[in-house]
């Protein structure tokens, strides 16, 4: 084995080691964490989409409950103004109920007062007209003469027409105290009957607020449903944010910020060149790519795949000029049997730079570029087939 064949190898080693190196520290590659970070992103998605509905049923929610609440406030409103009514109306009663008995206490004593009279009229009455009673004969016979006779007679009769008069001022008092005593008494009923309506109205407003009220409970409910629903979404939002976030941070961690995940074809497309031969795991870990018709004498360009650096340059017995680009995150791309170079060891090269011209360098049978790519996989890091990875040019 001459001292190429050990560097090669060497290199190979220290590729691996490295590799080894980086993976040991986390159990997840980097493609198993693309591939997790995609599988959550559009779990996030379904879950924004889902959000949205929540966020129409907790709006429909609120404002239903807003306008129940609104109906129901406006109705105290009314049974208030119904109460004070009813109060007004109870007061009222209250006062033509006492108004009625007093007026009833003076029909009473304008009663006992005109029986009282009607007696006393009726015994003078009895005692002028029928009792043979002396005193009374006795005061008209007692007269001096004629004159004196029909004075004193005139006297019985003024007396008889001032009882009258009297039964007759307390009868016409009594009838104005009972005119006054029905009017408060239809006052009264009048406002009995609104007692009685108010009443019903408010026993039909409070049968309509406990159904309000009922409604209102469901409403609020219902909110609280979506309110839930929100939050869990939410949590489960910020739940996934977060994986998603140290996905990436794992993400970039693996690629060192260079990888960005895709990789472009390794020759210019005008030029795209041919397989000549493909990845056979074991045998031969890379891909031969053969520009057709040997143009410029099959000089043209090799690109970087991806942006990345330069770990190695130089010549080896097999691989011929080897440029070897560090991609991070565990991808490194080997651009063998290289005619020149482009670039130097340490350079950090872009996505689709020039690192050399395709060659017939090393073990080769004619120029053509042999790209070998080493990628992380479930066994840490391993040379696959970069067509996995590559665009198809054709
Ligand atoms: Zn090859």
Not at 177 to 201: D, G
Not at 281 to 291: E, F, P, Q
Request: proline content about 2%.
């Amino acid at each position: 084995m001459n001292q190429k064949r050990l560097l090669s190898l060497f290199l190979c080693m220290t590729v691996l080691m490295s590799s080894l190196l980086i993976f040991g520290a986390d159990a997840t590659t980097l493609q198993e964490d693309v591939a997790a970070k995609n599988q959550l992103e559009s779990q996030l998605k379904a879950l924004e989409e889902e959000r949205k509905q929540i966020a129409d049923r907790l709006a429909a929610a609120r404002a239903d409950e807003a306008k129940a609440q609104e109906e129901i406030n406006l109705l105290y409103d009314e049974i208030s103004t119904y109460q004070q009514q009813l109060e007004t109306q109870s007061a009222l009663i209250a006062e033509y109920t006492a108004l009625a008995q007093t007026k009833e206490k003076e029909i009473n004593t304008l009663n006992d007062q005109m029986n009282r009279n009607y007696d006393l009229f009726k015994e003078r009455l009895i005692f002028a007209q029928e009792s043979g009673s002396m005193s009374y004969i006795d005061f008209v016979l007692g007269s001096s003469d004629l004159s004196d006779i029909i004075s004193r007679s005139e006297v019985i009769s003024d007396m008889l027409e001032y009882d009258r008069k009297i039964i007759e001022s307390l009868l016409s008092n009594k009838k104005s105290v009972e005119k006054a005593k029905q009017e408060i008494e239809i006052a009264l009923a009048t406002c009995e009957t609104k007692q009685a309506e108010y009443q019903e109205t408010l026993k039909i407003m409070d049968e309509k607020r406990a159904e309000l009220a009922k409604r209102l409970e469901e409403l609020k409910d219902n909110r609280e449903v979506q309110e839930t629903a929100m939050n869990r979404a939410n949590a489960t939002k910020k739940e996934i944010e977060d994986r998603i976030d140290k996905l990436v941070q794992s993400i970039n961690s693996k690629t060192q910020g260079t990888y960005n995940g895709s990789f472009c074809w390794p020759l210019p497309a005008t030029n795209p060149g041919y397989f000549s031969r493909g990845f056979v795991k074991g045998y031969h870990t890379g891909l031969d790519i053969h520009v057709g018709g040997w143009v410029n004498n099959g000089k043209v360009p090799a690109l970087a795949i991806a942006a990345g650096t330069v770990i190695t340059c130089g010549s080896f017995w097999d691989w011929g000029n080897l440029v070897v680009v560090d991609h991070g995150g565990g991808f490194v791309s080997y651009y063998a049997h290289l005619d020149s170079f482009s670039v130097s060891y340490g350079q950090h090269v872009s996505q689709g730079q020039q690192v050399g011209k395709i060659g017939s360098t090393g073990d080769s049978t004619g120029p053509h570029l042999h790209l070998t790519l080493y990628a992380p996989t479930e066994n840490g890091k391993e040379r696959v087939d970069p067509m996995k990875y590559l665009p198809n040019p054709w």
